[in-house]
């Protein structure tokens, strides 16, 4: 009788140390309809890539970088791109055709939202920075820096699209966490 | 005699009265005609549409145009100078401008107006506090509740790709679970339920704009009733006794018929009483032997005006 109720005891207490554990574990997803700045970025994608004169280099897919991030880096690595861009691509980008500028400035402006929305994830902890993470990130500034500054910086605007399907991909919400 | 000195003093006299001249109405010109710049500035958002509207400047003389920029948070936190043309109000005539194309994100926005008459042009007034779409109204939307037989249907009002609806279904009668579906589809038909037959069952609708994360109050419930089985039932005896009624009233009505045809066609004549024999004839004319000639006469003569009458 005593040996039953210790066994049920321990169960208990693993079982509650589980969940804990899961939920510190538990990713922050930050889900968004993309449907209109992925459309924003097609209607743009042919002028801005035209203008990428390094066709053979690469900034953000090198040996598939965001392919191979998993799902605890995702947060981490969703803040640090997002930075990326809005910290730096767009301000190195100067745009005159106002038609480009629009969809430009519709989807700058929604990573501002998207940064905003993160916030509460990186309150509570749950955007930890692991290695893995901050390697991917070191690797796509690199890339980033030793190319021209206007020329990264449009070669970066045409690889948009590439960072916006994995950010539909990673953020939804029925997908298993 | 005038020396080179007093030449040149006469020149430059003359120089800058034209000088001056000149500058007068300039400074008239500045003073009176300015371009005023359009006030009261505001935005009035229903279901994620957006309606910029300003006061407009009445000033006599050509048409006034008006030029609407927008700058979103990136913009005013990152390129402060830069400030975008709208996609439908550059220019513009009317004191107002359909905004929603150009707020494309939920964060604020600075909004500027200025107006145009020929070649005068007008300051900014830009629009304080800046606008974020996430203040937009969200209404009830509109739905139509049908019943295509036993089917619960139920049709929603389009407003956009922007929203999703909720519509909450329940069977009225205490303790019914109420059933929430989520609606993406829109301006097409779509089946909730199949009705059981003598309940009712009530829908009631909201609306949720995933970009700004809030949902619309709910619409006024709708309810609606299928028929019982007893109608049915009834249904069938009525239209049991109602056969039987033709069965029995259609060959009568018939039969009638024919007896109206005949007598319309080929009448059988009846004699009128008076005309009747009702007798033998020998005993109408029952006269005696000794007047047998003068009945016979009388016969005789009786039936002459008859012959000519005839």
Not at chain 2, 47 to 72: A, C, D, R
Not at chain 2, 124 to 144: A, C, E, Q, V, Y
Request: aromatic share 8%.
């Amino acid at each position: 009788m005593k040996a039953q109720r210790v066994s049920l005891l321990l169960v208990a207490a693993v079982l509650l140390l589980c969940s804990v554990h899961a939920r510190g574990l538990r990713r922050c997803l930050v889900s968004m309809d993309m449907r209109h700045v992925v459309e924003s970025f097609q209607e743009i994608k042919k002028a801005i890539q035209a203008k990428d004169t390094f066709q053979n280099v690469t900034i953000l897919s090198t040996s598939e970088t965001l392919h191979r991030i998993k799902p605890l880096d995702v947060c981490c690595v969703t803040k640090n791109l997002l930075a990326f861009y809005v910290d730096k691509v767009f301000k190195d980008h100067q745009e005159l055709n106002p038609q480009i500028l629009r969809k430009l400035s519709s989807i700058a402006n929604f990573f501002l939202y998207m940064q905003k929305a993160l916030q509460p994830c990186q309150e509570q902890r749950q955007c930890h920075c692991r290695e893995e993470a901050t390697n991917a990130t070191r690797i796509i500034h690199d890339n980033y820096d030793q190319l021209e500054v206007r020329s990264a910086a449009i070669k970066s605007l045409g690889e948009l699209d590439v960072f916006l399907a994995w950010l539909d991909k990673n953020h939804q919400e029925n997908s298993a966490a | 005699i005038q020396t080179p000195s007093t030449v040149l003093e006469e020149i430059l006299a003359s120089l800058i009265m034209w000088f001056f001249y000149t500058l007068i109405p300039c400074l008239l010109i500045d003073g009176v005609a300015i371009l005023p710049a359009p006030q009261n500035l505001s935005v009035q958002s229903t279901n994620m549409k957006h309606l910029l509207t300003w006061s407009p400047v009445m000033v006599p003389g050509e048409i006034i145009y008006y030029f609407v920029e927008y700058q979103g948070e990136y913009e005013s936190l990152y390129m402060s100078h830069v400030w975008i043309p709208s996609s439908w109000c550059s220019p513009t005539k009317g004191p107002e401008c359909d905004i929603t194309d150009d707020i494309t994100a939920t964060v604020p926005y600075n909004l500027r107006v200025r107006a145009t008459q020929g070649s005068e042009t007008s300051a900014w007034s830009t629009l304080k506090p800046p606008f974020n779409r996430n203040s937009t109204i969200l209404t009830p939307p509109g739905m139509d509740v049908t019943k295509d037989g036993f089917h619960l249907v139920i049709k929603l009002e389009d407003l956009g790709s922007q929203f999703e609806f909720l519509v909450a279904y329940w069977r009225r009668e205490p303790g019914a679970k109420e059933h929430v579906k989520v609606v993406r589809s829109r301006g097409i038909p779509v089946h909730l339920e199949t009705m059981e037959p003598g309940a009712a069952y009530c829908v009631k609708v909201q609306t949720f704009v995933k970009a700004i994360r809030r949902h619309s109050p709910f619409s006024q419930a709708e309810c609606v009733k299928v028929q019982g089985e007893t109608l049915p039932l009834a249904l069938a005896l009525f239209g049991f006794v109602g056969f039987m009624l033709i069965l029995v009233v259609v060959p009568l009505s018939i039969w009638k018929m024919g007896r109206l045809l005949r007598h319309s066609c080929c009448p059988v004549v009846v004699l009128p009483d008076t005309l009747k024999i009702t007798n033998s004839p020998q005993k109408l004319i029952s006269c005696r032997r000794e007047e047998v000639e003068a009945c016979v006469t009388a016969m005789l003569s009786s039936e002459e005006p008859f012959r000519t009458w005839i």
